[in-house]
């Protein structure tokens, strides 16, 4: 999917919401559990419940892996369910993948060609080379991790370097690295303050943004601070969404709490144009 | 495996050598393609013909996760391998993840638990609660990066923070978090110079010191500055040694690379003695 793809999208369903399928077994509805693939009903379910209110899922790898081989099955029908049924869907994988050069190509390989998702989140730590082979795929995305919306995100990304504090240098730096325009970054919403200064940045980049919700970040101060004329924002929100119910009613639920997200969303595009 | 039990193997076996199984289709013997499962065949030769010769294996998540289902049951079944076959041996997963701190312990389970990986490589750009749910299993280790031996390292891993580099902020700060005693750490061997200063801040650490061999770096010059009481060091060697030959005999000259290299860490080992 090209990013005007995305836009459009977002324009045609005023929403840009992404919901994160991060599928604990111990959370979901114990009726799903005798199922073959319970992983894969409940994703199924919530998809086809919410699609029409969302422009993107977004698996996190990790609670896929943490199942071995069933839970690699669970994400490769997830994924084929979503492309087959759903093409106007926005697919992330959420990874952190990064690595040296051969290698991260064959993370890119994995995420992009075996699964063919239309993005993958990064990691920087490494560098260039570690995240150039994903801007290598066209129309594929490379989202990287800028400044992230959980606690240790103090530990380094704000640390004060020669320049800047780190996350933002980390920002200059990629727009260096060649195709960076396939690059999109995440950026956590319990910090909206900042996103003014990922603005100077970036002001054109697409933003990936966990933490309103569950983990306390403000839909409104994210969009005062962030949005720029191309919408610019994917929203991630997961538990508040794929767990708002545990009972036979889950799908439904889902579906209320999305609703009441995308008409914020709605409101807000409203108000822009 | 605790430390101690992987000192003890490195002095009886008079190595410290690790060997990546990065494994390629591309690259292996040609031979090899028409079996059922010609990944973990050529796993299986290369860990039989040098199991005695070395302390550790490390398989790549991504060279196994760019071939879907069928790449993670090879990696099952390999480690599934070392672990009934050779439970002297330590055994890497190189992973390079890194989430919040619910998601960390999503991945630690995948890698610990299901795989039952002695240990795993993380990435520490997202602090101290996406790396302490890998640090909270018992007898497993956490292998963090530090300064890595590709190209990108000093994009952002040698930037001068407020009060140093921020490879060894990284270092410093991941002593204060909780069982820092289960961390070891990555550093490259392509910049051996860096060592003391690594040793400076973690002298009691295991380092599993990639880039010796193909990316240039000498074992000696790292021992000289690396090595500590209880050797402290796993040297990583892939492609050296695995793509030694790409015959049929492509497991016994992987078996002669290896033994080139134990018998360097030999010499180096009496030495110190």
Avoid at 102 to 113: I, L
Avoid at 125 to 142: C, Q, R
Avoid at 214 to 240: P, T
């Amino acid at each position: 999917m090209t990013t005007q793809q995305l836009i459009d999208q977002i324009r045609i369903k005023k929403s840009f919401l992404c919901v994160g399928l991060d599928v604990d077994l111990g959370k979901i509805p114990k009726h799903l559990l005798t199922l073959e693939d319970p992983i894969f009903e409940f994703n199924k379910a919530i998809i086809d419940a919410t699609h029409d209110l969302v422009v993107s899922y977004k698996p996190n790898t990790a609670f896929y892996e943490a199942y071995g081989l069933k839970g690699w099955t669970s994400l490769q029908k997830t994924i084929e369910y979503i492309n087959e049924n759903y093409p106007d869907i926005f697919t992330i994988a959420d990874a952190k993948r990064g690595d040296i050069g051969n290698t991260s190509t064959m993370y890119a390989k994995a995420f992009f060609e075996d699964l063919k998702f239309d993005s993958v989140t990064v990691a920087p730590y490494m560098g260039k080379d570690s995240v150039e082979p994903f801007l290598a795929f066209e129309n594929k995305h490379t989202i990287m991790l800028a400044l992230t919306s959980n606690e240790g995100a103090f530990d380094f990304q704000t640390l004060q370097t020669n320049q800047q504090e780190l996350y933002k240098q980390v920002l200059e730096t990629s727009k260096t690295w060649k195709n960076s325009s396939n690059l999109m970054y995440v950026v956590g919403a319990t910090k909206a303050e900042y996103f003014t200064e990922v603005r100077k940045i970036v002001p054109d980049s697409f933003l990936l943004v966990p933490g309103v919700g569950a983990q306390g970040g403000s839909l409104s101060e994210v969009c005062k601070y962030g949005m720029n004329d191309s919408i610019g924002l994917l929203i991630n929100s997961s538990r508040g969404i794929i767990y708002a119910s545990n009972g036979i009613d889950f799908a439904q639920t889902a579906r209320e709490e999305a609703l009441k997200i995308q008409q914020e969303m709605n409101a807000i595009l409203d108000a822009k144009l």
